[in-house]
C-alpha cells in the first residue's frame, strides 16, 4: 500500500479549524476547513 496523502495542522490551519491536505500523487496542497477534509481525501484516494 502506498501512501497518497498526507494531513498537516500548523499553528495557523489550528487557529483557524482548518487542516492541510497534501496530494502526493500530484503534489496539490489545499487548506480547508476540518469538516471538509474528509471529501477532499475521499476524491484524492477515490
Given at each position: 500500500?502506498?501512501?497518497s496523502?498526507?494531513?498537516?495542522v500548523g499553528p495557523?490551519?489550528?487557529a483557524n479549524?482548518?487542516?492541510a491536505v497534501k496530494n502526493l500523487i500530484n503534489g496539490e496542497q489545499v487548506t480547508v476547513?476540518?469538516?471538509a477534509a474528509a471529501e477532499v481525501i475521499r476524491k484524492?484516494?477515490?
Open positions: 500500500m502506498k501512501v496523502v498526507v494531513v498537516t495557523d490551519e489550528a479549524a482548518q487542516v476547513k476540518r469538516e484524492i484516494i477515490g
